[in-house]
C-alpha cells in the first residue's frame, strides 16, 4: 500500500458526515435492558466457563448501528466471548464488529478501536451505546463511533471492545488488555465478520484507550500469541503508564482531581479488595457517591481534592496503605514484558491548562493528567528492548487538545502498517524520562 492511499483515508476515517446523513431520516430506538439483565451479556452454556478458552465466541448477534439512539444501514456484528478477569477468573464480554458495506482492496483489514469511554457504569460501555442507547457518560463513545463512520465506508472493518468489562473495572490496565486480545480472538473467528486466515490488525486508542491499546500490546506475546502473529501494530496516546505517579500528578486539581477517586474504585472492584477501611468520613461520601460515575460526572467537581482529605489521618501517603501498594506496582505499564509490534506514542507536555501542577518533584509537565516524563520513559525502555517505536510529545498541549495533532499522526501511521513499509523510529532521539520503580511500602510513623 502506498503512503498516499493511507493519508487519504485517514482523513476520511476523521469525517462523520456519510454515516449521520444515512441516519437522518431513521427513528429513535427503543431503550434496551441494561447489560446487567440483559439476555445476550449472560452465558448459559452448560460447559463451566472455565473449561472454556478465552476469545471463545459464547453467542452472536447483527444488529444496526445506532448513533445517539438513530438507528443507521451500518450492520455490526456483537459477540459475547470468554475473557479473564484482574484475578484470573473466566469472564465473558462483549465485542462489537461494525462491518464495511462495500467489499474492496481494503477488506479483510480489521481496526481495533479501544474507546474512551472511562466509566465506572456498565451501560456506558460501547456495545450497549452501539446497540441503541444513550446515556451521559456515554456520549463520548457516541462521538468516537460517528469518527469512525468514513473508514467503515473505505472498507476496513471495525471492532469495538468493552474494554473496561461487564463490572466497568475503570483503569485496570491488565483486565484491558485481556479484554482487547479476546476480543479480536472471537473477531477474528467468527464467521460473521468476514475475516479470514490472513487478515491483519492494527490497534488504536487515546487516553482510556491508550490504556486497552498499550496494555494489549504488552501482554500480546505471551497472554495471546496466535493473536500477536496477526498485529501490524499499535497507536496509542495521553497515555496511562504509572497510575501512582498520576494520582500525585492530579492532586490538587482543578479539574482532574476527581478522576483519583474513580481510578481508586475501578482497581479495588477489579482486584476484589476493599479499600473503604482506609478512607475518611468525606473519602467514603465520595467513594459511594462515584461507584457508578463516568469521567463526565467528576471533571472539575472537586477541585483542590487531594489524598489527605480522602484518606484517614492515620494514612497520610497513598504509599502509606500497604493494599494500595501492592496493587498500584501490578498496573505499571512496561513491566513483566514488552511487545514486539511496532508503536506509535503520542503525549502532550507543558500543557497544565486545567489547573493541574506541573512543577511536582519527580514528576515534571505533562497534558494535566498524564505525565509526559512517565510516557516518554516508557517508549526508551521499550526501544532498548529492540521495540520499534515513534514518538512524539505535543509541547504546550493540554490533554484534550493533543487529541488533534495525535489523530492527524497515529491514524495514517496505522493504516500504513497494513502496507509492506517498515516501520519508522526515532528511538535515538528519544531521552529518559521519570522512573517506573515499583512504589515502595512507608508506613505513617505514628505520633505517640
Not at 8 to 34: M, N
Not at 279 to 286: H, P, T, W
Not at 371 to 392: H, K, N
Not at 416 to 442: A, D, E, H
Request: hydrophobic share 40%; charged share 15%.
Amino acid at each position: 500500500m502506498s503512503t498516499i492511499r493511507p493519508l487519504r483515508a485517514a482523513r476520511r476515517v476523521l469525517g462523520t458526515a456519510p454515516i449521520l446523513a444515512c441516519a437522518a431520516a431513521s427513528a429513535p430506538a427503543a431503550a434496551l435492558a441494561s447489560p446487567a439483565d440483559n439476555p445476550f451479556y449472560q452465558y448459559t452454556g452448560s460447559a463451566p466457563l472455565s473449561s472454556v478458552a478465552p476469545g471463545t465466541v459464547l453467542r452472536s448477534r447483527t444488529i444496526n448501528v445506532h448513533l445517539f439512539s438513530i438507528k443507521t444501514p451500518i450492520k455490526t456484528v456483537q459477540l459475547l466471548y470468554r475473557s479473564t478477569s484482574q484475578t484470573g477468573a473466566p469472564t465473558v464480554n462483549v465485542t462489537s464488529v461494525l462491518l464495511p458495506p462495500r467489499r474492496n482492496a481494503y477488506s479483510g483489514k480489521l481496526i481495533s478501536y479501544q474507546s474512551a469511554y472511562d466509566s465506572l457504569d456498565p451501560r456506558d460501555e460501547p456495545s450497549y451505546q452501539l446497540a441503541g442507547n444513550v446515556t451521559f457518560g456515554g456520549l463520548l463513545s457516541q462521538l468516537e463511533n460517528s469518527m469512525l463512520s468514513t473508514a467503515l465506508l473505505t472498507g476496513y472493518t471495525i471492532a469495538i471492545p468493552d474494554t473496561e468489562g461487564q463490572q466497568a473495572d475503570f483503569a485496570d490496565g491488565p483486565e484491558y488488555g485481556m479484554n482487547t486480545l479476546d476480543a479480536l480472538r472471537a473477531t477474528f473467528s467468527a464467521p460473521e465478520t468476514g475475516l479470514t486466515a490472513t487478515s491483519k490488525a492494527a490497534m488504536i486508542g487515546y487516553s482510556g484507550g491508550a490504556i486497552a491499546t498499550q496494555w494489549a500490546a504488552q501482554m500480546a506475546p505471551t497472554y495471546a500469541p496466535d493473536v500477536n502473529a496477526r498485529l501490524v501494530g499499535a497507536a496509542m496516546g495521553g497515555v496511562l503508564v504509572d497510575p501512582a505517579h498520576n494520582l500525585d500528578y492530579v492532586s490538587g486539581s482543578k479539574t482532574w482531581a476527581g478522576v483519583a477517586p474513580m481510578a481508586i474504585i475501578g482497581t479495588a472492584r477489579a482486584f476484589g479488595v476493599d479499600m473503604t477501611p482506609y478512607l475518611s468520613a468525606y473519602g467514603l461520601k465520595i467513594y459511594a457517591k462515584l461507584q457508578k460515575a463516568p469521567i463526565a460526572a467528576v471533571l472539575a467537581q472537586y477541585p483542590g481534592l487531594t489524598w489527605k482529605q480522602l484518606a484517614k489521618p492515620e494514612y497520610p501517603t497513598a504509599s502509606s496503605v500497604k493494599l494500595f501498594v501492592d496493587i498500584a506496582n501490578q498496573v505499571i505499564m512496561g513491566h513483566d514484558g514488552h511487545p514486539t509490534i511496532p508503536l506509535y506514542i503520542g503525549q502532550g507536555a507543558h500543557g497544565e491548562t486545567e489547573g493541574t501542577a506541573g512543577d511536582k518533584p519527580g514528576i515534571g509537565e505533562g497534558d494535566g493528567v498524564m505525565i509526559a516524563g512517565d510516557v516518554r520513559q516508557l517508549a526508551y525502555q521499550y526501544c532498548s528492548q529492540g521495540v520499534p517505536v515513534y514518538y512524539r510529545e505535543y509541547p504546550n498541549k493540554s490533554h484534550t487538545s493533543s487529541t488533534i495533532p495525535w489523530a492527524q499522526a497515529a491514524i495514517p501511521w496505522m493504516l500504513n502498517r497494513f502496507g509492506k513499509n517498515p516501520s519508522p523510529s526515532n528511538c535515538s532521539l528519544i531521552t529518559p524520562g521519570n522512573p517506573l520503580t515499583p512504589m515502595v511500602y512507608t508506613p505513617a510513623v505514628s505520633a505517640s
